[in-house]
């Protein structure tokens, strides 16, 4: 079975780092993209940024360009969305997801991560 | 950006009938959208891509259609699982979501 599975919740101090996985199984881990999408407590979704699992390539909504970086180990199968200098807005749950047609960059996610919760509070 | 417009923000159907969702693009994007069902405390679920592709999985009663700035997405029969909020996305550029439509069952 496929699965995308991410890690745990995290509370974290503004002005603090954290870096959330989510490691891909049962599929070909790099033919298919991976989108990062945020969603603040009771709002919608909002699309963070795409990373290309088999070269490593990335591309960031404007307003995550700054203190977000998505890498990811092709060992392991797993992607990575770094957040630095945390602000109490940046409490939210934060997705990865597959893009659903394989080598495709910009189409639907077929396959999401249950999601982590990320507390930014003093 | 290109902004996505949905409407109306809330939609309170009988079950057996018909919900239609709209979503509006800002300028232009082809076919290039898609549809997710998110039920509360869940991740989004896939239902329409390429504007009237079903995913695979998805119940026949869930389409898409249109085409350039207007689409929408149709519910031909609700059932009470289908209670949730869809949100539209489009692809153009870099992806952007719609801010949501709640369905709701009368």
């Known amino acids: 079975q496929v699965h995308l599975v991410q890690s745990g919740a995290e509370v974290k101090k503004p002005g603090a780092s954290v870096k959330v996985s989510c490691k891909a199984s049962?599929?070909?881990?790099?033919?298919?993209?991976i989108y990062w999408v945020r969603q603040a407590p009771g709002q919608g979704l909002e699309w963070m940024g795409i990373?290309?699992?088999?070269?490593?390539?990335?591309s960031y909504a404007p307003q995550y360009q700054d203190r977000f970086t998505m890498t990811r180990d092709t060992s392991t199968s797993t992607v990575y969305m770094e957040m630095s200098s945390l602000k109490s807005e940046d409490t939210a749950v934060y997705f990865c997801?597959?893009?659903?047609?394989?080598?495709?960059?910009?189409?639907?996610?077929?396959?999401w991560g249950q999601g982590t919760l990320v507390t930014v509070s003093s | 950006e290109i902004v996505m417009t949905q409407s109306p923000a809330t939609l309170s159907v009988s079950p057996g009938e018909r919900a239609t969702l709209s979503c509006r693009a800002s300028?232009?994007?082809?076919?290039?959208l898609a549809w997710y069902q998110q039920k509360a405390g869940q991740a989004p679920r896939l239902l329409i891509y390429?504007?009237?592709i079903r995913a695979t999985g998805i119940p026949a009663r869930f389409s898409g259609s249109g085409s350039g700035t207007e689409f929408t997405l149709t519910i031909s029969s609700l059932q009470s699982e289908d209670s949730a909020v869809y949100y539209c996305?489009?692809?153009?550029?870099?992806?952007?979501f719609g801010g949501g439509t709640k369905v709701e069952i009368k």
């Open positions: 997801a597959r893009v659903a047609v394989p080598g495709a960059p910009l189409s639907g996610c077929d396959l």
């Open positions: 049962g599929y070909t881990f790099s033919s298919h993209y």
């Open positions: 990373i290309n699992p088999g070269g490593g390539g990335t």
């Open positions: 300028q232009s994007i082809s076919s290039d």
């Open positions: 390429g504007a009237f």
């Open positions: 996305q489009q692809f153009d550029t870099w992806p952007t």
